[in-house]
């Protein structure tokens, strides 16, 4: 192509072929129906292991998981400790801005799409990218998670309405009283009043003869910082009426952070606050709904606290899009109703299982906030961004639809998919939603997934095969929890967070190694290999191990490097391993199942993770999809062979005219060009 073209990847974790047509063509995701009538699609492996952090890795990198070196969330390199894993959840999921084991763009030592892009001169957009943070790029615009609206990176605590007559249980308790401890109390045309209250709203405080007391904690977390005690004192211009609250830190009235009349709203105030990851900035605004005449009646706003920092390139970004995000929520207040600072109502929830900390409403209103600011700052030529789903529902409600489940109830399947609807519902309008604001005549749009899901019907614990064999031995720790023990293990499991590697615990290699090189590694690998290859499911006969391969069998799937164990496996569809159980220890013996194998009634239910990336089962797969439609893209293009997660890289590059990552393993997919044959 000659000439160049914006580009918008927006990624959906979890997200499979099947979903897409299934509810494109009942009328519940017109976006989709509409990208697929302008557009080509096409099915894509993902490469293996078949999880998030070696897929949004591979996708943005064009390389597979032996080059990239992002081996599931828990990487292991050869001479390390195992119990010493290069950890990327925190990475993927972050509790709160700047927190992370280790990165996914700083393990992986590969030229990233936005980077090939700064080197072209152009201008990437990235939202809530895997990879995309901590930033690789200085060019680059960067905003790790959702913004403002409903992110913990973002939110520092809800916002809290303060009154002297509460209206419910969520609004704050203020008491009125006389000044006391004022050392220069300001001037008042009638005996200013006094009343205090917790900033961070998570005590109430009562007036005693000796000053304000914290009296009730709300969450149990101990002592409330005496430092977010916040006096006010009640003033009156005339002596008609009591007209402004005078808000202070303490008592220092020659330093108030704020004096507000009825309906005024402060300029934003910053503070420090005590977060579990050290002392952080917070801002906000205070807003004075209601002082009475006799000044005993007072309702004060306070928006919700935001940490402006830690999660934006440029820094000042972060402030700008609390900015926005307020008066978003400035401009769709009714009046009469409550105020609003533009944020979701209720705290972010650590979600189950996908480990996500917002609702996927509450991101999807995010993200598209976000990407419709950034993108009407300026020029620019590439936006990633990405959301998280519907890979949480896989894992919680798949198996509600796959009649041999043992969490399978047909007077209930009609529920599970109407939850899925609702789910498939919030990604096309956030599709929609991104598309339409961001979007031209002259972009390309890309919806992307790094794997899909298949239901399960039965868990297995690899490791009591192996350790009948005399290939793997646990001892236990100080805490009585089983660890591996090295003198007697021959084999190290990869299960969980290691994926499906299995490594020979070999001598001059590994740090506490038994195996001699040559013969001996080979051998281990033999009976390895014929062990988990002889494991009978007594209920159908069937081995649940569908492929075990030595790491040199494997390049085909872009297994090799020191990342990838010394065999690789895949469990038959239908099969899952506990992640609840770390291979290597510490392992709470209470969590161990009662048999190796049974039947699987809790815990995840859809699975990605443990499969081969063809596996297929009840009418669901574990493919991911390729959905692109713009200039020059042929329409209603549908491929018959998949592509691998490995070829978007590059067929994105060369559709928009772009350079490729320098390190791209991929394939060029030239069949989705109008004009080409």
Not at 216 to 243: H, I, K, M, N, Q
Not at 273 to 292: N, Q
Not at 322 to 336: D, N, W
Not at 505 to 527: A, F
Request: negative net charge; contains cysteine; aromatic residues 8%.
């Amino acid at each position: 192509m000659s000439e160049s073209r914006k580009l918008i990847v927006i990624g959906l974790d979890g997200l499979m072929p099947e979903l897409v047509h299934k509810f494109a063509s009942s009328g519940a995701a017109p976006n989709f129906a509409r990208l697929l009538r302008e557009g080509a699609f096409c099915e894509a492996l993902p490469s293996p292991p078949c999880d998030t952090p070696t897929n949004w890795t591979t996708l943005a990198t064009g390389t597979w998981t032996g080059t990239h070196g992002n081996n599931s969330f828990g990487a292991h390199h050869h001479g390390e400790e195992f119990g010493e894993l290069h950890q990327f959840g925190r990475n993927i999921f972050p509790p709160f801005a700047n927190v992370a084991d280790e990165t996914l763009s700083g393990h992986a030592q590969v030229e990233w799409f936005w980077q090939a892009a700064a080197r072209a001169g152009k201008r990437c957009l990235l939202v809530n990218y895997p990879g995309g943070w901590p930033p690789n790029s200085p060019q680059a615009v960067v905003v790790d998670g959702s913004g403002p609206y409903s992110s913990k990176l973002v939110r520092m605590s809800t916002a809290s309405l303060y009154s002297t007559s509460p209206r419910d249980e969520s609004t704050l308790r203020l008491r009125v009283g006389r000044p006391t401890g004022w050392a220069e109390p300001p001037d008042s045309a009638k005996s200013p009043l006094e009343t205090a209250l917790v900033i961070t709203g998570e005590a109430s405080v009562e007036p005693t003869g000796a000053g304000w007391i914290v009296a009730r904690p709300f969450a149990d977390r101990g002592a409330v910082d005496p430092e977010l005690l916040y006096c006010c004192l009640v003033l009156a211009s005339t002596e008609e009426r009591y007209d402004r609250l005078m808000i202070c830190k303490g008592r220092d009235a020659q330093s108030p952070v704020a004096i507000l009349k009825e309906g005024e709203w402060s300029d934003w105030i910053g503070d420090e606050f005590e977060t579990p990851w050290g002392d952080r900035e917070g801002r906000f605004k205070f807003k004075l709904r209601r002082l009475s005449e006799d000044g005993r009646e007072i309702e004060l706003y306070r928006t919700t606290i935001f940490n402006p920092t830690g999660w934006s390139q440029p820094e000042e970004l972060g402030m700008e899009l609390i900015e926005e995000c307020f008066r978003r929520g400035q401009e769709a207040g009714r009046p009469g109703a409550l105020e609003t600072d533009g944020t979701k109502d209720d705290q972010p929830k650590l979600g189950p299982l996908c480990q996500v900390r917002e609702s996927i409403s509450d991101q999807a209103e995010g993200l598209a906030m976000v990407c419709e600011y950034l993108a009407g700052q300026g020029e620019w030529d590439v936006l990633f961004t990405q959301l998280h789903a519907p890979d949480g529902l896989n894992h919680q409600r798949m198996n509600e639809l796959y009649p041999e489940s043992p969490q399978y109830d047909p007077e209930k399947e009609d529920e599970a998919w109407q939850r899925y609807r609702q789910e498939m519902e919030v990604l096309d309008g956030f599709v929609g939603a991104v598309t339409e604001r961001c979007a031209d005549e002259n972009t390309l749009v890309a919806v992307v997934s790094d794997h899909g899901a298949i239901p399960t019907h039965s868990t297995i614990w690899l490791a009591k095969w192996l350790i009948e064999a005399g290939l793997l031995e646990y001892g236990r720790d100080e805490d009585d929890k089983l660890v591996v023990d090295w003198e007697k293990s021959k084999i190290v499991l990869g299960d969980h967070p290691l994926a499906q590697n299995i490594w020979v615990n070999l001598k001059g290699r590994d740090p506490h190694g038994i195996v001699e090189p040559g013969e001996e590694y080979e051998r281990v690998r033999d009976q390895t290999i014929h062990v988990l290859r002889s494991i009978v499911d007594p209920r159908n006969g069937k081995c649940p191990v569908a492929q075990v391969l030595r790491v040199e069998e494997a390049e085909h799937l872009g297994q090799w490097g020191e990342t990838v164990g010394d065999l690789i496996y895949y469990l038959e569809p239908g099969y899952t391993n506990d992640v609840r159980v770390h291979s290597t220890g510490p392992i709470d013996p209470e969590t161990l199942p009662d048999k190796a194998l049974l039947a699987n009634t809790e815990g995840q239910q859809g699975v990605h993770h443990c499969c081969h990336p063809t596996a297929r089962l009840g009418g669901f797969s574990v493919r991911g999809i390729f959905l692109a439609a713009g200039p020059g893209i042929k329409r209603g293009y549908r491929r018959k062979v998949p592509i691998w997660t490995t070829d978007v890289a590059p067929t994105l590059a060369w559709l928009a005219d772009l350079p490729a990552p320098r390190d791209s393993e991929g394939t060029v997919i030239a069949d989705l060009r109008a004009d080409e044959p």
